[in-house]
C-alpha cells in the first residue's frame, strides 16, 4: 500500500443510478415530501420484507416517533443499553421518559436480557434494544420478558440492515424498528431513517405525526383556494424529502450486494484473526446473520494497537462509546461491569464493501503483525 494513503473506515459510494434519480428530482422542481417518498417506502418494504414504513429525515426522529408510539411520557422508563450512539438514549428524553441503562452479555456488545429483566420496574413502558455493529441481540428472551412485564420492544436497527434472526428479518420482530440512512450506513438518503410499526394504526398515527399531526392525504379544499385540516394531536417536522428519497431510491439497488460483500468479508476476517493473539473476536451464533456494519473485537493495549494500524495505513478507532459516562446521563447510571469491561478494549477496523482484496489484506497483515 501506498504510505501515504490510508484505508478508511467509511467511504460512501453513490451510483450513477442515483445521480441521475437526483437529477431528475431536481428538475422536476418537486423537491419536498412526494410520490417519490411514497415509492421509496414501497421499495424499502419490499426489498426487505417488511410492512411499509414512515420515512423520516433521521433515524433519530423515527426514535423519537417509535418511543411516542408505544406511549413513553413523563414518568417513565426505558430500558436500554449504554452501548450506543447518544441518539438511542436522547430519543428517551425527547418523550420526556428516563432511560435505564441495562448491562450487556460478556465479551459481546448487546444486551443481557437477564440484566434487562432486573431493571425493570412498575415504571417500565418499553425496552430499547439495539443491535450492535448489525449483529442481533437475543430477541427471543427479551421479547419473552417484554411479554412477561407488558413492555412494548423497539428495535433501533440503524446498524441492522439485512441482518437476520432465526430467519426472520431484524426490523420485523418488535413492536416498532427504525432503520437509519445517514451518510455512512448501508443504505443512504444524505440523511434520513424508516420507522417501522407492527401494527397498521400505529404506522398511520406516525405518518400524521412526521408533518405536525397532518394527515396530508385527507385534506380537503377550502373556497379561499387553499387546503383544510385538523390537526387532533402534537406533530414534528420529521417528514424526509423528495430528494433524499431519490438518493435511497438510486442506491436500494446495491444493497443485496454490499450486504453480501461485507458478510463475505467478515467471515474471511474471521477465519484469519481468530488466532492472533491479545485479541477476541465478537461471538457469533448460527441462528442469527450480521448486517456487519462494523468489525469489533476487543484488544489488548488498546492505544497501542491503534497506533500501530495507523502507522501502517489502516484507519481503527472505538465509533461508539459509553453514553451513560455523559453528564445529560449521569443521573440515569448503574454499575455495568460488562460494559465496563467492553468499553475499555472495543476496536473497529474497515470493513465495508468498497474494499479492494489488497485493501483487505493489508488491515489483515496488519493486524497480524501485532502491536
Known amino acids: 500500500m501506498d504510505d501515504q494513503r490510508t484505508i478508511s473506515m467509511f467511504d460512501p459510494q453513490l451510483s450513477e443510478d442515483t445521480v441521475a434519480q437526483v437529477s431528475e428530482c431536481l428538475r422536476s422542481g418537486r423537491i419536498s415530501e412526494g410520490a417519490r417518498v411514497k415509492e421509496f417506502e414501497r421499495r424499502f418494504a419490499e426489498e426487505f420484507g417488511l410492512p411499509r414504513g414512515v420515512a423520516v429525515n433521521s433515524g433519530t426522529a423515527g426514535l423519537h416517533l417509535a418511543m411516542l408510539g408505544a406511549g413513553v411520557g413523563p414518568g417513565d422508563e426505558v430500558v436500554t443499553t449504554a452501548q450506543t450512539f447518544v441518539a438511542s438514549a436522547m430519543a428517551v428524553l425527547y418523550a420526556g421518559g428516563t432511560p435505564v441503562f441495562a ?77 437509519s440512512f445517514q451518510a455512512i450506513k448501508h443504505l443512504t438518503t444524505g440523511d434520513g431513517g424508516m420507522l417501522v410499526c407492527r401494527d397498521e394504526a400505529q404506522n398511520e398515527v406516525a405518518r400524521r405525526r412526521r408533518w405536525f399531526g397532518i394527515d396530508r392525504d385527507n385534506r380537503t379544499p377550502n373556497d379561499a383556494g387553499g387546503m383544510d385540516w385538523d390537526i387532533s394531536e402534537l406533530g414534528f417536522k420529521y417528514h424526509m424529502n423528495d430528494v433524499a428519497a431519490a438518493i435511497g431510491l438510486g442506491q436500494l439497488p446495491l444493497v443485496a450486494e454490499a450486504l453480501a460483500r461485507r458478510q463475505s468479508l467478515d467471515r474471511r476476517y474471521r477465519d484469519r484473526l481468530a488466532g492472533v493473539g491479545g485479541l477476541r473476536l465478537m461471538p457469533e ?45 449521569a443521573h440515569h447510571g448503574r454499575e455495568l461491569p460488562n460494559l465496563q469491561a467492553f468499553d475499555r478494549s472495543q476496536v473497529s477496523v474497515p470493513l465495508r464493501e468498497s474494499l479492494t482484496d489488497d485493501e483487505v489484506e493489508c488491515i489483515l497483515e496488519a493486524v497480524c503483525q501485532g502491536w
Open 103 to 179: 448491562d450487556i452479555v460478556p465479551g459481546g456488545p448487546n444486551l443481557d436480557f437477564a440484566d434487562v429483566e432486573r431493571c425493570v420496574t412498575p415504571r417500565t413502558k418499553a425496552i430499547l434494544v439495539v443491535h450492535y455493529g448489525g449483529y442481533p441481540c437475543d430477541m427471543d428472551e427479551i421479547l419473552a420478558v417484554a411479554n412477561r412485564h407488558g413492555l412494548a420492544v423497539i428495535e433501533d436497527a440503524a446498524h441492522a440492515l439485512g441482518a437476520t434472526y432465526r430467519d426472520a428479518v431484524v426490523g420485523a420482530l418488535g413492536d416498532f424498528a427504525v432503520f
Open 285 to 329: 451464533a448460527a441462528d442469527r446473520a450480521s448486517a456487519c456494519w462494523l468489525f469489533t473485537m476487543l484488544v489488548e493495549n488498546r492505544a497501542e494497537f491503534v497506533r500501530a494500524m495507523v502507522s501502517r495505513g489502516v484507519e481503527a478507532g472505538s465509533w461508539h462509546r459509553r453514553v451513560d459516562t455523559n453528564s445529560l446521563f
